[in-house]
C-alpha cells in the first residue's frame, strides 16, 4: 500500500466563549486536517494543531511531497526523513505538521488491518478515559460557576489556568476549590512565575491541595522545576517542556517533573507519544495529554492513545466543551466525565467533507494575543 495523493485545509472552528490563559485570549481553534489517499483504495486522515505559520509552511513544502510513495506503514520512518530534511535542527518546528501525517498514515494501516488504533499499540487497558473539566476564565467567580456547571455534567477532575497575577491566582483556585469539594484540582501556569515567586504561592496553595502545579517556570528552566520538586509539596507536571521524545528524556534526566502531560501533535505524532510515555513508565511517571482544542480526529487519537498506555492514568486534558462544531459525525462520546474508546477500525470516525469546506480558513487566528489590550504581549517569567 503507497500513499498517491495528500490533500489539506486549514480549519478554525468557533468557540462557544471566549476563554483566557497566562499567553492570550481565543476565540476560535485553528486546525490543519490532511486526507491522505492509497494506492489499494484506503483513506487516511489526520489533524494538528495550527497555532503558528510554521506549521503549514512546513506540512506544504516538506512532510506532503515526502509522503507520496510511503507505505503508510513506515510510520518511524517517514518521521526520521521529515528530521533528515534538515528539521533535526529545527524539531520544534517539524513536530506539528509531521503528526498530523502521521495520524493519517495510522488511520489508514488501522484501516487496512481492519482493527481500531489501540489494538495495534499493545490492546485496551482501560475501556472509558476519564476527562479533566478546563476553565478558562480570569475572574474567580465566573470561573467556579463555570466549574459547578461541569461539576454537573459528570466531570470529577478539574483544571485552571492561572498566571493573571499573584492575587488573582490565589483568589481564582481558592473560589473554583470552595465550589468543587474535594475533587482534583490542578492548575496551569504557562511559565508565567518566577522560581521565587513559585515557591512562595505554592507554600501558600497547600491549603488547596492541588493535584499539580503544571509548567510553573518557563520551559527551559528544568533545574528549576527539580529544584521546585524538592523545596515544596505540590507535584510538578511539565507540558511545554516536553514536546520532544529528547525532551522527556531530559525532563527524567533532571527529576524535574512527577507528572508529564504529552501531545502527539508537540511531539511529531502517535508513535512518538507512545515512546515517550514508554521513557516515563521506565521513570515511574504517571503521564496526561495536553489539550488545544481538539476536533474528532485528534480527539479519537487521544482516546486511542488514553485506553491503551498503561501509565496514562490520570484524567485527559479536554477543551470539548467549548467546541461550536466539528468535522467528524461521530466524534467519540464523553460521558459522566469520561470518553467511550472507539471501536471502528483506524481511529474509528467519519469525517464530514462538506464540514472542511465550510469552516476552511486562510489565516490563523491569533492565540497568543489580547484584542481586548491593544500592545499588550506575554512575558515569560512574568512576575
Known sequence: MKITQVRHWMLRIPLTESIAWASGARTGATRLVCRIDTDAGIVGWGETICLIETVRAVFDKIVAPLAIGYDPS?????????????YYHHKRAAVMATACMEMAMW??????ANQPLHALWGGLWRERVPASAY??????????????????????????????GEAADFALLDAVRRRIGDAPLRADVNGAWYPGTAKRLLRRFEPLDLAYIEQPLPLENLSGHALLRRTQSTPVALDESAYTLEDVAAIVRADAAD???????????????????????????????????????????YVHLAASIPNMSIAIDTERAYLAADIVRNPPVLRDGAFEVPMGPGLGVEVDEAALETYRVEDIAGAYLDPA??????????Y
Do not use: M, N
Request: net charge neutral; aromatic share 10%.
Open 107 to 112: 488511520d489508514a494501516l488501522g484501516k487496512a
Open 259 to 301: 507528572v508529564i502531560l504529552l501531545d502527539p501533535h508537540e511531539a511529531g505524532g502517535l508513535w512518538q507519544t507512545i515512546k515517550s510515555a514508554a521513557i516515563a513508565e521506565g521513570a515511574d511517571l504517571p503521564v496526561t495529554l495536553h489539550s488545544g482544542a481538539e476536533l474528532g480526529l485528534s480527539q479519537a487519537a
Open 135 to 164: 476553565l478558562f476564565l480570569a475572574d474567580p467567580r465566573a470561573c467556579a460557576d463555570k466549574a459547578a456547571w461541569f461539576l454537573d455534567q459528570g466531570y470529577g477532575t478539574f483544571k485552571a489556568k492561572i498566571g493573571f
Open 74 to 86: 513506515q510510520i518511524e520512518r517517514f518521521g526520521r526523513h521529515v528530521l533528515g530534511a534538515g
Open 373 to 382: 489590550r491593544p500592545g499588550w504581549f506575554p512575558t515569560k517569567p512574568a
